[in-house]
């Protein structure tokens, strides 16, 4: 069973230009949660999809906006990229129902470095 | 923000017990503790969750203070794999994948 999975792994951008990040979740997941790492800090939440809509939203401005597909696969879009978005970007999948816990998997994350 | 307290680090020698402390004084009654870790690189993983009574398997055991204002994280015999960053959230359970809310944890160093 194929966990999270996210691409690319690594990406290079330069101010300005815009990036898409793209995820697919854990086998028979249905919601998809982005985060935004910085180095030496934890996870912060970006925003967070299900049924291909945008559910919950961090502190994070328009230029981060995403997308939720049919087969539950997810795209994370920044548009006018500025230095301070360097970071590791993770997706995490859960599943909606069943679980008392909701336990969220999380991919291996895209190293985006911004020049 | 995060709603937890943690230590920025603690050491530990392998085959010991690694003991990682969280204070969250302002849980609310339907809010569990989550444990997260983080090994350098990859993406945080789930270790164990509780509400109010100790939980244990195959990775560790959670031990919650009667008045749930602060638990343990009880690795029993600490490996150098075990070396990352630990994080520890309360978080409502039951709500379709509600948001983690990171602080930024305690870095566990095991050392042989």
């Known amino acids: 069973d194929a966990g999270v999975t996210q691409s690319p792994t690594h990406l290079i951008k330069t101010r300005g230009q815009q990036v898409t990040l793209r995820c697919s979740p854990k086998s028979g997941h249905d919601t998809v949660s982005w985060y935004q790492q910085a180095l030496g800090q934890g996870p912060q939440f970006i925003f967070q999809?299900?049924?291909?809509?945008?559910?919950q939203r961090g502190n994070f401005p328009d230029r981060f906006s995403g997308h939720q597909f049919p087969n539950y696969s997810s795209e994370l879009n920044v548009n006018a990229l500025l230095l301070g978005d360097s970071a590791l970007y993770l997706c995490?999948?859960?599943?909606?129902?069943?679980?008392?816990?909701?336990?969220?998997?999380f991919g291996p994350g895209t190293r985006l470095t911004v020049l | 923000d995060a709603k937890t307290t943690q230590p920025p680090s603690m050491d530990c020698a392998e085959g010991r017990a690694a003991n990682l402390p969280c204070n969250h004084s302002?849980?609310?009654?339907?809010?569990?503790v989550y444990w997260y870790r983080q090994i350098h690189s990859q993406g945080p993983q789930y270790i164990i969750h509780g509400l109010k009574n100790n939980e244990t398997n195959e990775m560790a055991s959670l031990i919650i203070t009667e008045d749930r204002k602060s638990s343990t994280l009880i690795l029993p015999h600490a490996t150098l794999r075990d070396t990352a960053v630990y994080y520890c959230?309360?978080?409502?359970?039951?709500?379709?994948?509600?948001?983690?809310?990171f602080g930024k944890g305690t870095t566990l160093s095991v050392s042989s």
């Open positions: 999809y299900y049924e291909e809509e945008e559910r």
């Open positions: 959230i309360v978080r409502v359970a039951g709500q379709a994948g509600t948001a983690l809310i």
């Open positions: 302002t849980i609310s009654g339907n809010e569990y």
């Open positions: 995490a999948s859960s599943l909606s129902t069943g679980s008392s816990y909701n336990e969220q998997f």
